[in-house]
């Protein structure tokens, strides 16, 4: 397995292809954009060599036996999905944010294992012989891996094939004897500048025209005729600027438009070309898991805030005692999501090719916690803070260290702490309230209204009634009324 | 394993002790007062003879290896802990309200045998094998044993040795070479009448002054000296009243107090007696079980109340999915106290003595959403049902069937359905939402604030301080502030 | 005006026509089901009496120059509206509850007025000059006036006259030169036992082939052919028990269903007949005014809630400070119902009639509150109030008088008052929180869905996507979507 | 009256002492950091100017009978204050953020009216004189006045002159014949850069050995030896980029740091200077005004994001009544502060100076109803955007724009509109919920806990208890319980 620095090595060495602000990022190692991010998921090797930490984020390998990295493995059990929960509640705790070069990479390639078993029973491919290849590979070359879902869709009343413009959706354009070429985009993608390779997931709701559009497979982030752009998030200009004012150095979040122009990937690395049967059953065992271990995310990244708050109710000279029960209350908040992920993870069931499939009621009624939930936690951590921390209401690190009033403003910034110190603090809620630090867990692996509509699809409404019924032994049919309009 | 008719022809053997309104109730099992309970206790018996509902409602006797009803198992790992999470969630289902006279005696003797193992552990008692030896006879005779925990306390200001009357909590009178006599009371006890025995458990926060309070046995329920005096419910006078006005017969929650005269306790069924270091622990180790199974109760009421509202609102003319959102709502609401129970349950670890202890901050985290979350979910149901189930705004059965005007009511009640069934399933939602069903779910087991209490007591907030300095690499240390006052 | 002593007078020698429990009530002043309305009632004919509350529930008419009842007098301007709310307000701090049988009435007055003026301008008709004759006389003979709207509808999606039975609204059977006759019934309506007379609105939503449902008239309550049987309501038995496990012997809430087989009405007395286009203004004027008020309504009861949940933790020997958060959320939300209510108020406009309309959408947000608010509040209380109080789980004022073992309950209960004391006070939150005391202020008046849809039909959507349009200088016109399905 | 022109020349004819970044802003109405707000500022002169607002934005002195513009005006009845909260929201709606430069002036003015009045009856000092003439003057040049209250306070423990550093609030060092010399600092200050004065108001809480912090005046912004540093605000460094990544040129907030380094100021200009217990009344005058008018504020920027979530579901090519259920909540939400606002407002009550005090307990409720729902308001927002707006996941404007892939970024960030306008759409909804348009409304004008505790302090807890008492008929007094601790 790699070292920190080996893992850093590996991406100053790969072609550069992306870029931000309007220019290439030449190594993304040291670029302000992308170093942060770099950083955190570096933290993931450090702490895979520490004795306390080393049983969440390795594991044993079940294809080879080796020692992997827990990222590359297959979940194959509840307590394996659990520790997968757990796994992310770390690094939300080691690095205040997302390193989502990673989850969403793992999640992809489980829900490609069941996915390839299935349709190779139906097909007779051999999808599930080459992502077992690839993987085993994989593992052994301990890469780092992202994965993309999201297609920019175009006009959504739309499927795919009737777009006006075909490549809304990402699609074969050729196809070849030693593998297809995809043209089009994926949208709003974590942490591929932190990653060596991306594994891509075709989008839901297909039907046999849009064939071309069920399309999965894994490329290195480098690969010929893939540009990749990093998007904007809050305060992110503050990265390039000196001092404290993004006050993370290991840690960050970046998401990035993937732009694939007639990008070639050989036949071992596609594990999906054409089965559009399939391309909601990958999207359902993705979510399924991405929506259980999501909990974990923000449960610890809660944990962060509130150290973060309580931190800041001291140096602002106030026992936190004061705030105990927002503190309580946020808490809760972060448990809640947590226990429901762990909920998911353990009333899953396997997969008959041998990957652990969470609760998919639970884990939708998860995604719904983690889109309200983390809202009133960052409130209630804004409140405690007090006007300093809610919108980051201080000068900048360059005016706390003007020669001409600096020396000022440090003084009257003094609390029960130094002016420099509470300034930090104070920046530091701000970056987890409403600034860089903030992932994009609300619509992050899919939308809150789309975990709803799963969880009534889930809902067998006439089995409610039916023990409403009998509670009340109500022998009469209650039938259901034909709905107007 | 007793079938139904043997279950209530047990209890109807035993001696009469149990009053309400003033008056001794002959039999229970015909009583009004307290058939319905005793009818949805008989569905345990029922529904454990079925396929369907076996394998939850029975399981292998850990000390004896012979069938036996679950409400009598030791909880050994955390798979049996879900399925008591699922065993509650069912009962709710079948009754539509709580059978109390079996979970809370299920939780206590589960926290005695852990408790019992530990004082032997250092005093050298026998209490453990005692428990053991009753407890291989009560499942071989498969009772129906209630849990008593609650003390009336008096003057909450003051531990029970400074009160002035000294039987404000249950203690000790006598200590005899056969056993100890007994005196005090315990309050708002479930399911009593429905019981043949009843498990005491000791309150907490003892001193050495107060040993003679740290009392654990277990009784007959007809045992002498012992009076039982049901409570009221709300709407409860209706139990007495023909008709459909209490809609559900085979369902019903008592709670009782039971005054203890000088009752005497045989040695062999005493569990602790002056051990007073080992009552908080006793209270911890059920409160950590009791506060994580009950997300399954209120989970199964609410599945109840989802299907009654969504009756409703067919009765009532309109389809459901007009009330997707809230409906939805109720749902998510279920399926968290439902999810978090499960969560606690997987989390938690092996007492020494071989009972399995839930994880103390999600199930107290989870009674937090136990005392709020159903509140929510009746006032959708009240919601969605209008106005006639708000308030149970509807003539009585009597008025329904007068021969003056009874036709009339019947006529302007239909809608959907007939005037009658409308009617019977309007008083379902009110019997669920503001009437006898509603379970005391937010205090039993203990208050919210009391578990908010022991997530605080779990909380390391200098651990959760460390985590966010980490983050935002801040190297001073952030010193606590005196509290005023 | 009256004196309480007339008022009950003039109750008793009206004609008997009100039912329950399949029985005639002979004197409403004395029978069990009606006696606590009536004294609840008669305390607004004493407070009139009184320094302290006689300028809010007495004014001057607009009419007559002579002191009248507030309740049925006109509402000219913003101010006197505000004193509208603040009556409510008073009247639910005086009884616990609803004072139903006069505020439906007063604001049904006060929409007929208006409607009658409008119909008159189109129609030339003279329902206006008979409003007005009417009203002098009542203001004259300080009558209580109840009002009613809600008709069965039976199947809710069929207008009126495409029923299967016409009379699922009320409706006009016959035209007569002095009068006409009606048949239907009118359902769920508040305090009509505690009234002379009732004056009845139309529905919504009628055609013209349903103009015979278009009907509005006052009439005595007594009047020939109508019978009224009143509905149930939680814990309503208890009305008929000794003691006090109905704590509230002045104050109490009826409703009851107005069945009218063929009632006529002579033409003094009718102020619609058939203008269907009218019929939803009337409901409108109705609405705006009654969803303005009831924040008032709810805020009162709020404030005994608030008092009976601070008495009962100091009665539990508790200092309410320990509850200061809940306690000072349940004084918000009372305030929040009641502010909303002063605003929709203030913000209304007077209509050419002279009666003044408070502003649609503001008390339609209102409604909103109302019906979600105070479930807040009643939880608040439970929690704060303990088990005892939370399903009123307490022994029987008979129990608590037995004298078999009535001492020693009364031992058991007591903590830092004496138990009789404690009991009378958790009965109280019961009665407030899960009682006879809740009023049906969910759906009174209209649901909360119905007002969220006066909501949004108040909604210029486009002119908020103008404002945001300006604010972000985007000139592209951005067209709505075609909505599928 | 100025025009918006005459109004921007009198801010360029001003010395510069304003920095931000380390650097002297030159001229605020051109610079990056400042010149957005005073073009925010700009649109009240211009909108005083229309028909349509000139009502609203203007009113009649009642120093002089002259038209004024309302933000220094005497607000001297409840049909003004009310009016007050309508130009707040209207601003909001025209600039989608604060024009904090006037209305803390504006409420500052007011409240340092009354209490200048008071402190003139005791000690017989010329305080309301000055005023006058001094406001008389401010109407007659139509100057645009900022208010600043919050001091640094250092150790909050600790008052005022117990402090190591005396400086910590601002206090006067020196009284001359001719005027007070202050030093110290007031944090957080909105709007300097747009204003042409500021009036000071003392803190809080000073007994008497702080006397010399009990300061008011006026002063103009460039006076001598006041140095003012802008604070940094979410996403603030795109101020300095081209393009419309900060989507909003005609609006933004500033807060300051104003640093007193020995100011002087003129006698006429004082309007307290030692009466320390009018400091504690002047700011209860002030919180009364800007907590019911806040209402306004956030139901303006509120309206703002409805309209914006609107128009990005419509840009997304969805439309927007999918969303309907939350876009009704969020203008519930708006309606909710507002009405609070328009009710505070309403039920306040004349002042003997002249000028109307807002009802101090709503308005309190109030401040907590402005730090809660707006943080739902942007939540749902960003639920209904989608992705890209939740966290402004989109490429730059320069990426957008460049020659190598902006034209493919085009295409995928195309939906129903073109990529260009639904990016723009998309970080205007960033703006308002997590970047530069996001005031400062939880701690502005003071901390919702700040507000609960005066909401409390107004609580007669025993006449709520008499009020439960009087239902219950408890003839008992409840006594206090002795809190522990």
Not at 5 to 34: A, Q
Not at 152 to 170: E, I, V, Y
Not at 411 to 423: E, L, S
């Amino acid at each position: 397995m790699k070292t920190p620095e080996e893992y850093r090595e590996s991406l100053k060495k790969m072609r550069s292809n992306i870029y931000k602000f309007g220019e290439l990022i030449d190594d993304v190692t040291i670029h302000p954009s992308t170093r942060r991010t770099i950083m955190g998921h570096s933290q993931i090797f450090e702490s895979a060599m520490t004795d306390e930490h080393k049983e969440l984020l390795t594991t044993t390998s079940s294809l080879t036996g080796e020692t992997i990295s827990r990222y590359l493995s297959l979940v194959t059990d509840a307590d394996q999905m659990v520790k997968n929960v757990n796994m992310k509640r770390l690094m939300f705790n080691l690095t205040g944010t997302c390193t989502g070069g990673r989850c969403v990479g793992f999640n992809g390639l489980n829900a490609m294992w069941a996915t390839t078993y299935d349709i190779d029973q139906e097909h007779g491919t051999d999808y599930h012989q080459r992502i077992k290849s690839w993987l085993i590979d994989a593992q052994k070359r301990d890469i780092t891996l992202a994965g993309a879902l999201t297609d920019p869709k175009g006009d959504r009343t739309k499927p795919p094939h009737q777009q006006d413009d075909p490549d809304m959706s990402l699609h074969i354009v050729e196809r070849r004897d030693d593998g297809i070429v995809v043209r089009g985009a994926k949208a709003m993608i974590a942490g591929v500048a932190a990653a060596n390779e991306i594994i891509i997931l075709p989008g839901t709701g297909y039907k046999e025209p849009d064939a071309d559009y069920a399309v999965s497979f894994a490329i290195p982030r480098d690969t010929e005729k893939l540009t990749i752009v990093e998007a904007r998030h809050p305060s992110d200009s503050r990265d390039h600027e000196c001092g404290f004012d993004n006050p993370v150095e290991y840690g960050g979040i970046t998401q990035a438009y993937l732009i694939f122009e007639d990008v070639f990937v050989p036949n071992e690395r596609v594990f999906m070309a054409g089965e559009w049967k399939y391309s909601l059953k990958a999207v359902l065992n993705f979510i399924a898991s991405y929506r259980s271990a999501i909990g974990g995310c923000v449960a610890g990244q809660g944990d962060v805030i509130v150290g973060a708050s309580a931190m800041m109710s001291r140096a602002n000279g106030l026992n936190e005692k004061v705030f105990r029960e927002k503190l309580t209350q946020m808490i809760i908040n972060n448990e809640t999501t947590y226990g429901m992920g762990v909920a998911a993870s353990v009333l899953g069931k396997k997969h008959p090719s041998g990957v652990w499939i969470p609760d998919s009621k639970l884990s939708n009624v998860n995604k719904v916690h983690v889109a309200t939930l983390p809202y009133e936690t960052k409130r209630l951590a804004q409140d405690i803070s007090g006007g300093i921390a809610e919108t980051g209401c201080m000068p900048s690190c360059e005016d706390m260290n003007s020669p001409l009033y600096g020396e000022l403003l440090q003084k009257y910034m003094k609390a029960h702490v130094d002016g420099d110190t509470r300034t930090r603090i104070a920046r530091l809620v701000e970056w987890l309230t409403i600034g860089g630090g903030v992932p994009g867990c609300m619509h992050g692996g899919g939308s809150p209204d789309g975990a709803k509509m799963i969880v009534n699809a889930k809902t067998d409404m006439q089995a409610y009634i039916d023990l409403a019924r009998n509670v009340g032994r109500i022998k009469e049919e209650i039938t259901p009324i034909e709905r107007k309009r």
